[in-house]
């Protein structure tokens, strides 16, 4: 028989240990390059800024410009709206009163302010000048009070003084009211 030796039995690991991984350096930028990289990025966004801020220069002079000339054409527009009115206005102011009665010249100046008053109605003006309506801040302007003769009547409009107008819903004067208010029994 041949005498085998019992080989020694050895621990050998199930797994392999982790090793760290050799250093890899970064890689690093040499400043120079790294000096040129930034100057041009540098650049770039100057001059993106100066683009942007050149657009809105030129967008804010544009449209300054077109807000004027809107302005103008919304000017003439009224103005042709109303030359019928004006010329029948400028009629009247040369009439010779020893040859036209009265009755004819109350007529002339109602059609002319029928006239100006269809023009603004089109382009949405409306006056404010209605007696016996509640007191509104917001579109009168009371001049002073009268006594009220019932209750129901207190804080409402007695008298108007001077018509208010709207354009729109944008009050461009408040009526000037008297206001009455109740004093009691």
């Given at each position: 028989?041949?005498?085998k030796?019992?080989?020694?039995?050895?621990?050998?690991?199930?797994?392999?240990?982790?090793?760290?991984?050799?250093?890899?350096?970064?890689?690093?930028?040499?400043?120079?390059?790294?000096?040129?990289r930034l100057?041009?990025?540098?650049?770039?966004?100057k001059?993106r800024?100066l683009?942007l801020?050149?657009?809105?220069?030129?967008?804010?002079r544009?449209?300054?410009k077109?807000?004027?000339?809107?302005?103008?054409r919304a000017?003439a527009?009224?103005?042709?709206?109303l030359?019928?009115?004006?010329?029948?206005?400028?009629?009247?102011?040369?009439?010779?009163?020893?040859?036209?009665d009265?009755?004819?010249?109350?007529?002339?100046?109602?059609?002319?302010?029928?006239?100006?008053?269809?023009e603004?109605?089109?382009?949405g003006v409306t006056?404010?000048?209605?007696?016996?309506?509640?007191?509104?801040?917001?579109?009168?302007?009371?001049?002073?009070?009268?006594?009220?003769?019932a209750p129901?009547?207190?804080h409402?409009?007695?008298?108007?003084l001077q018509?208010?107008y709207r354009?729109?819903?944008?009050?461009?004067?408040?009526?000037?009211?008297?206001?009455?208010?109740?004093?009691?029994a």
């Amino acid at each position: 028989m041949t005498d085998k030796k019992p080989q020694p039995l050895r621990a050998e690991p199930a797994e392999p240990t982790p090793t760290a991984a050799p250093a890899v350096p970064l890689p690093v930028e040499p400043p120079d390059q790294a000096i040129a990289r930034l100057e041009t990025e540098r650049d770039q966004l100057k001059d993106r800024y100066l683009r942007l801020a050149a657009e809105y220069e030129n967008y804010k002079r544009r449209t300054t410009k077109e807000r004027a000339e809107a302005w103008v054409r919304a000017q003439a527009e009224l103005v042709t709206r109303l030359a019928d009115a004006l010329d029948d206005l400028s009629r009247f102011a040369h009439v010779d009163p020893a040859t036209t009665d009265s009755q004819t010249l109350h007529e002339g100046v109602d059609l002319v302010e029928r006239k100006m008053w269809k023009e603004l109605a089109a382009l949405g003006v409306t006056r404010i000048d209605a007696p016996g309506v509640p007191f509104d801040p917001n579109v009168h302007e009371a001049v002073t009070t009268q006594p009220a003769a019932a209750p129901e009547q207190d804080h409402t409009v007695g008298q108007v003084l001077q018509a208010g107008y709207r354009l729109g819903e944008t009050l461009l004067r408040p009526a000037r009211v008297i206001v009455l208010t109740w004093q009691g029994a």
